[in-house]
């Protein structure tokens, strides 16, 4: 078996993360349980991390800063948006989005 | 320049001040009449004063003349440069003494015919008014100024035909007039732009300077625009095809009839050809028109005259017949002979409009002492007056002898002259012949309806009611003293410009030679020996004198009924009574397909359709149309707005890539 090159590779990695990128779209469209969509954001950005990684092979290791920088922020939006849904379930006792609806008019 | 001749802006001026503090009154005082009268009369006799220092100012330095007093710019546009200027030459003068003088004396009987009338200080507001304009056209230097005035004694023109607006029929009769009268003036600002083209200026003075060397004689645009200037006097001077709304007018108070609608707004077409008789002289074609024109309306109001039954109707259909008379007067290149017939017409009609006047007030003043309803301008409610009212009767039968033509009195000299003047050009042609007979038949039926109203007013038993006799009198002095002073004008008006066979004569005609002199080198000379010229005076006699008579012999006033008994005219009597169903003709061919395209075209389709439907509403329409998608789009829900950045996003994805 012979070893994938580096450009197989790549697309193999661009594809993986576009099937992640899509998966969580279309959690964040069709999910209502807050905690999912906020799962579904979490892997939208890592899924944009994998693809920097795998473009970082080719272009330099300016992509792999990058993903420390995302993690780095995704971990305070954790922290941040988790804080937000115990907030939110406190308040209402759900965490379904259709009942968090104040602004919608 | 004669310094006196500067104070011609006091003239102008003047009126308007009364019409300002008269406005002022009669919105804030109505009741103070006393003043009304001190200022409304008071500035026209200081007018009137004024203009007799002026004329006789430019008689010192006639030679020099005319003078052009210019007191600001108007407007400057482009190569247009417009100035408020006042032209004081021979023909202005007269028409500044006879505006002035007439005027003052109809705002003296306006007095005591208008003294009961609740809307007194807005009579004499609008009265002052139209003396302003009608100064502001007979002295303007310059066709556009002239134009102001002209618009402005139109629009005084329709506030006092409607002065008793209350009733409909008298506020149709001013719009009638204003808007026939829009139809002419549409001639004037055609004729006004071409002159401009042509020429490059409007003055007076500078157009008719340039016109021999600016114009062909006879060429295609002298003519158009001599044309297009005509017909805004057949408009403001009611001749065929524009001449109903005269006798309309005569819903106004009787002196209004008197000043605006016989002695001068009418004239004002008259006095414009005559001030502008160089380029007519070059626009033979046109000339002809004109006095072609005059003549047959002459005739054709004379005939309509034979039959009215309102005593301001007779005297209306005469004054546009006379009015016809003028315009062939100069039509034929006789222009200080309609100048002349216009000035002895202002007396001897403002006579017979005053007289009527009087006759009507005491008609009126005595069907009101028996609380009855009955017209009081219908002559068969008339007859026998003359016992009641033995000034007025004088004074009118005098204006009567001038008008029908009666040797010695102005009427006849004026008139003579233009017939004259009309038959001394049939060797060029045999049409002026033609007009010759047509005027002298016009002058015979002019004789006829005066007698004939003359009779059934004043003579033959009286018809008013025998409870109303006891109450009918002489009008107060302070309307009979104008009607003997306007009866001396008619009485011997006549010798300023007296035939070519008598002594002294012509004086008129030598006064304007400096004005018309540029014209007389396009006319043809046409010269009358003695003999023709006896000939013709001996024809006008004989017509004036035959006329009367007939009507003497022929109209039996003992035989008429009063208005209310009387039967329905029959034939072509009825034809004349109903003056030839012009009214009827003008309103199957104009009026109704106006009204229906109005209708069913302006109204229905464009205004509610175009505009109402696809302009206003569609615009409202299509707004909202646009704002119901857009709040479509606007659910608030969170994961909808998300579906449509996504979908956005790959829409510019695949776009970019």
Redesign the interface.
Known sequence: MQAATGQELLGSALAVSAILFSMGVAGVLLRRNAIIVFMCIELMLNAVNLSFIALAQQLGPDGQVFVLFVMAVAAAEAAVGLAIIIAIYRHKQTVNLDKVNLLSG | MPTSVGWVWLVVVLPFIGFLANGLISFLRPQAKSAVTAIGVGVLVAAFAVAVAVVAALAQGVESAPFVLTYWSWMTVGELELSVSLQVDQLSAVMLMVVTGVSALIHVFSVGYMREDPGYPRYFAYLNLFVFFMLVLVLGASFPVMFVGWEGVGLCSYLLIGFWYLDKSNADAGKKAFIMNRIGDFGFLIAMFLIFQVTGSLSFVEVFEQAPGAFAINGGMITLITLALFLGCTGKSAQIPLFTWLPDAMAGPTPVSALIHAATMVTAGVYLIARSNVLFAMAPASSVVVATTGAATALFAATIALKQWDIKKVLAYSTVSQLGYMFLGVGVGAYAGGIFHLVTHAFFKALLFLGSGSVIFALHRAYHATHRHEDAQDMRNMGGLRKYMPWTATVMWIATLAIAGVPGFSGFFSKDGILAATFARGHEHPVFYFLWVLGSVAALLTAFYMTRLMIYTFHGPNRTGANEEQHLAEAPWVMTAPLLVLAIGAAVGGVINLPHVLPAAGWVEHLFEPVTEMSHRYLPEAHLSVNAEWMLIGIATAIALVGIVAAWQLLKPAALLSAKDAAAETGFQRVLWKKWYVDEIYNALFVRPTVWLSRNVLWRVVDAGVIDGALVNGSAWTARAFGFIGSAV??????WY??VF?IGTLVLLRTVM
Not at chain 2, 634 to 639: I, S
């Open positions: 606007q659910t608030g829900r969170l994961a998300l579906l996504v």
